[in-house]
């Protein structure tokens, strides 16, 4: 499968309505399961909503590569001395562009590519995806009365792929208003339209399929899922609910071949909402940021920290000067709740902190030395480019030192090991310098260089430190010890268990 930006929607087959009853369980509330009946006909809603949905088109200069790879089609491999290679290599290099021997610069041409759109205010503004026009220099909208007007471009947002368009008609357009997308339930009736291969004001239909949705485009997945015909075209253009208001935009398909299968994918309308008045008043979505880098809380990190499920949003690293930082946030603290409301895994947390309003001070409820912790953070808006800082400062010490029933030789930061591992100036912790084949570390992808920063969330700059932590770990009767490592590409939490260790240490 292959999830495809450009959407559009395919009629699905509607169902007449019925009343039926479902065998439940024993003890399970009784009685029968209604379903609303399907629409005599879309045609009144369609021929209402049909004025306010746009097709966009948009167009990018290109310069033609002359001679280079790409620059027209290949040839064909034939056996070497074969006739026809010099054929098709006289008849390719005669028609591609710039390989006629005078000089001259390669043809400019323009690409082109189709979207759709609708109208939120009958002055002009359009809404579309920011895929749609990303990287044009000119967009024309054209309205279903065949109507072209130039458009420019108010704000984009690359990152929640929205994007918010101005046109100047001579008369006021038909526009559409947002719903409430948190108010749609599975199984309720949408209307899409759109603009699928070009074809112009294309209605289809089907239902809700699936809420919240993370397809993994971005921090910010939450996805209606319908089976209304999306295809390529249709991007930008609006999922309707029967009232006629705009309950999602549809932005991306999964298609093993690029045409609908009836699985497509809308920005809520909320979202969309909030975006698009950021976009007017500011010209870039403004959105909540709390400067903390996150990982998953693993069934092995609740254990090791005492903490009954799985859930929330673990820190791995703290931004210096940032809101978490101000709020005292700190490495290895767990976020179970965020602006009173739960954060049940990782993912759901860069939503939950961009939907808050910058400026405003919320409740963070953490996980902290075994019991909850409530701070406020202030929110700030989110830069564009967020650098997680790494731990400094150093010790110096002893050579490599053996820690059981972890599979590691730990040496204390020296000159000598940042020479050798290439270690920051200010690096703090203590460097593993021996990984055991075999042993939970090398199984966590643990190597030579990486550099321990916390065990058990308390900072360690001695092997003798860690080997304490891990002793006292021990005598807890704990599965794992959890580990705050340095690497590279930054900062992890990493629980290792410390079961069966004992034997595997590195040679």
């Known amino acids: 499968m292959r999830l495809i930006r450009c959407p559009s929607a395919r009629a699905a087959t509607l169902a007449l309505g019925m009343t039926f009853a479902i065998p439940l369980a024993a003890g399970a509330p009784t009685g029968p399961a209604f379903a609303r009946p399907a629409p005599d006909s879309f045609a009144d809603l369609a021929a209402k909503l049909l004025p306010a949905v746009v097709n966009i088109s948009s167009s990018q200069a290109m310069q033609a590569r002359a001679g280079g790879p790409g620059s ?23 028609n591609r562009p710039g390989q006629h021997g005078d000089n001259q610069p390669a043809p400019e041409h323009r690409m082109q590519s189709l979207g759709s759109g609708f109208i939120i205010d009958p002055s002009g503004l359009v809404v579309t995806n920011n895929h749609v026009i990303d990287g044009a220099d000119e967009i024309t909208v054209t309205l279903q009365d065949n109507t072209s007007l130039k458009a420019k471009v108010l704000g984009r947002d690359e990152t929640g792929d929205i994007a918010l368009l101005q046109v100047k008609p001579d008369k006021p357009l038909t526009a559409v208003q947002f719903g409430d997308s948190n108010a749609e339930r599975v199984g309720d009736w949408v209307l899409a339209i759109g603009n699928p291969f070009g074809l112009g004001g294309t209605v289809t239909a089907g239902i809700v399929s699936a809420r919240g949705r993370d397809i993994r485009q971005g921090p910010y997945d939450d996805f209606i899922q319908t089976d209304a015909a999306i295809n390529r075209g249709n991007s930008g253009g609006p999922l309707f609910n029967m009232d006629g208001e705009v309950i999602g935009m549809n932005t991306a398909i999964y298609s093993p071949s690029g045409g609908s299968i009836g699985i497509g994918f809308s920005i809520p309308a909320n979202m969309v909402k909030a975006v698009v008045a950021q976009l007017k008043d500011f010209g870039h979505p403004r959105r909540g940021w709390l400067g903390v880098r996150i990982q998953q809380v693993t069934p092995d990190i609740a254990e090791s920290l005492g903490l009954k499920d799985s859930t929330g949003a673990m820190v791995a690293g703290v931004n210096d000067g940032g809101p978490a930082d101000k709020a005292k946030i700190r490495n290895g603290d767990i976020i179970l709740k965020f602006n009173n409301q739960d954060v049940k895994e990782m993912r759901s947390l860069p939503r939950i902190v961009a939907d808050a309003e910058v400026g405003n001070s919320v409740p963070v409820v953490l996980w902290r030395d075994g019991k909850e912790v409530t701070v406020q953070a202030t929110l700030a808006e989110k830069p564009d480019d967020v ?121």
Not at 76 to 88: K, M, T
Not at 427 to 448: C, F
Request: hydrophobic share 35%; proline share 8%.
């Open 387 to 507: 650098q997680v800082a790494a731990a400094t400062t150093g010790d110096k010490g002893q050579k490599p030192t053996e820690i059981s029933g972890l599979g590691l030789k730990l040496a204390p930061i020296t000159q000598e090991t940042k020479d050798k591992f290439s270690l920051g100036a200010d690096q703090k912790g203590v460097v593993i310098t021996d990984v055991a084949p075999n042993s939970s570390a090398a199984e966590r992808g643990l190597k030579a260089g990486d550099v321990i920063v916390e065990v058990q969330q308390g900072e360690v700059s001695s092997p003798a430190e860690v080997q304490q932590k891990v002793d006292t770990v021990k005598k807890e009767n704990r599965k794992s010890v959890l580990l705050l490592i340095q690497r590279q590409d930054g900062l992890q939490w990493v629980p290792l268990s410390l079961s069966g260790d004992k034997d595997k240490q590195p040679g």
């Open 72 to 94: 027209g089609p290949e040839i064909p491999l034939f056996p070497p001395g074969s006739p026809f290679e010099q054929f098709f290599k006289d008849f390719l290099n005669r």
